[in-house]
């Protein structure tokens, strides 16, 4: 398995943190792969004390609309509908959502309506697949 992300964020109620855990594979990751890792990372972290203070820990998939965090990860969306935020404007603007047409390297392009946007990886501060609910049922690449 892969770790896609790792989080550890304040919880919204009760104080403590939530420590949160994305991991993927070939064709997924399913529940038995995700409660095993939980309840190892669980007592990994228990015994090294390493989070301080009270935290949740959450073991999941990246879902659907699956971050995309380096290089690779781009490659299989080739053609499909991708969301990109850059760290700072490019051409005028910090969002974007189109096409991704290719993945170089140092750059994606994406396509959005008839315009081209080459975004170098640098930039990028957050992308994900935004699956196309109006395309059909989604299918693991």
């Not at 403590?16 to 095993?36: F, H, I, M, T, W």
């Not at 080739?78 to 760290?87: A, C, H």
């Not at 189109?98 to 992308?127: T, Y």
Request: proline fraction near 6%.
């Amino acid at each position: 398995m892969e770790i896609i992300d790792i989080e550890l964020r304040p919880e919204e109620r009760g104080g403590g943190r939530v420590l949160r855990l994305y991991l993927d594979k070939e064709r997924g990751p399913n529940l038995e792969d995700l409660a095993r890792v939980s309840r190892q990372l669980s007592d990994l972290l228990d015994v090294h004390g390493a989070v301080a203070g009270p935290y949740t820990l959450e073991v999941s998939s990246p879902g659907v609309n699956r971050l995309l965090k380096r290089p690779g990860h781009f490659v299989p969306f080739i053609g499909k509908r991708i969301r990109v935020r850059t760290q700072e404007r490019l051409e005028g603007r910090r969002a974007f959502l189109g096409l991704l047409k290719e993945v170089g390297e140092g750059a994606i392009v994406l396509v959005q309506e008839k315009d081209e946007f080459h975004i170098p990886f640098s930039l990028i501060e957050k992308a994900n697949y935004e699956h196309d609910w109006g395309a059909g049922p989604c299918s693991r690449i």
